[in-house]
C-alpha cells in the first residue's frame, strides 16, 4: 500500500446514551484501555498518511486521552449524524495529499489491523469509488442494513430506525468501515439531506448516492462478524473485553505458556510471560508484569507490576504490587486454612 494516498478518519465524537454513562463511549476500558485506543493500535501498523479523530463530548478528555498518537483532532461542536462528523473533518482531509480515505468508528475496538489491511489492498487494486465493509450477523438489530443489487454491488444502507418489516430480515449489515474516494466523497455528502427518523446526517446515504449516479459500490466481506462489533452498552462492552483477553491469551499459549481454564484468567496485554510457566484458574496479572520461564502461578493470586525471573512458584491467594522475585524462589500460599474455625469471638 502507498503510504501516501490513504487517510483515516475516526469518528469519536458520540456520547453514547445506551452506556448509561456521563462518559465518552469511546472511554469506556476494553481490555485494560480506552476502546478507542485499540481502533488506533488496528492502524498504526497501516502506515496511513494522516489519522484524523472527530471529538465532541467530552472533547478535551477524548483528546488529551489520545495524545500519545499520532493524530489531528477536530471537534464536531454538535452532534449531527455520522455524514456531519466527516464533513467537519473535510478542512484536514483537504490540506494533505491523498485520494483515499479510509472511515471507521471509535467504538469498534475488536476490529483487526490485518482485516484493514485487506480492506485496503482491494479497494485500492479496483477502480471504484465507494468499499463498505460488511458482515453477517445472527441478530442484526440496531445495526444498518445492507441492500444489494442483481450484480452483488451496494445499492444502499437503511439504518434500524427507517427500514421496513421485511428490511430488518436482512442478517448482511453495515459494519460502519468505509474505502472513498475523497473528493467523491465530499461531493456525495453535499447532497445528503436529514430526511430520516433521527433527522441527522447519515453518512451511509452516500452509498445511495454513489448507486443512483451509476456507481457500482463494492463490498468487503468480513468474514470474522466479532471484529465489526460495535460497543453501545455495558454488555457489548463486557464482550469486546471477553473477545481481546480471549485473543491475548491464545498469543500466550502459541508462545508455549499453559494456562489453565483461561476463561478464568485475567492478563493485560503488557504483560510478558515465559514459555513452560503455568497460569492456574482464577488468576489476575497486570501492568508492566514480566515472568520467566517454567514457573508457576497458582490460582487466586494477583500480580501488578512485578517482576520474577525463571523457576518462581507463587503460591494460592499471593497478592504482589512492584515486587521481584528472583530465579529459583518460592513465594509460600497466603492465608491458608486447614480445620480451623474463625470467629469474632
Known sequence: MNEQ?????????????????????V?????????????????????????????????????????NYDVVFVRQHEQLGTGHAVRVAE??????????VLILCGDTPLIRAETLQSMLNEHLAGSHKLTVMTTVVDEPTNYGRILLGNSGFVQA?????DASPEQKKINEINAGIYCVEKNFLFSALQGVGTDNKQGEVYLTDIIAIAH????????????????????????????????????????????GVTCVLPETITISGEVEIGRDTIISPNVA??????????????SFSCLVDSQLG????????????????ADNNSILPQSCMNHKMVSNE
Request: hydrophobic share 40%.
Open 91 to 100: 478542512p484536514a482531509l483537504l490540506s494533505v495529499a491523498c485520494d483515499v
Open 5 to 25: 494516498n490513504v487517510s483515516a478518519v475516526i469518528l469519536a465524537a458520540g456520547k453514547g446514551t445506551r452506556m448509561k454513562s456521563s462518559r465518552a463511549k
Open 157 to 161: 444502507i437503511v439504518e434500524e430506525k
Open 285 to 298: 496479572i497486570s501492568g508492566k508484569t514480566t515472568i520467566g520461564e517454567n514457573c508457576h502461578i497458582a
Open 310 to 325: 525463571d523457576n518462581v512458584s507463587i503460591g494460592e491467594f499471593s497478592y504482589l504490587n512492584g515486587i521481584t522475585v
Open 212 to 255: 443512483s449516479s451509476g456507481l457500482q459500490v463494492q463490498r468487503f466481506f468480513c468474514r470474522q462478524s466479532e471484529e465489526t462489533l460495535g460497543v453501545n452498552s455495558r454488555y457489548e462492552l463486557s464482550l469486546a473485553h471477553a473477545t481481546l483477553q480471549r485473543r491475548f491469551l491464545r498469543r500466550l499459549m502459541d508462545q
Open 27 to 67: 472511554m469506556h476500558e476494553v481490555f485494560f484501555k480506552p476502546m478507542i485506543h485499540h481502533v488506533l493500535d488496528a492502524l498504526t501498523p497501516l502506515q496511513i498518511h494522516q489519522t484524523v479523530v472527530v471529538t465532541g463530548h467530552q472533547a478535551e478528555k477524548v483528546e488529551q486521552a489520545c495524545a
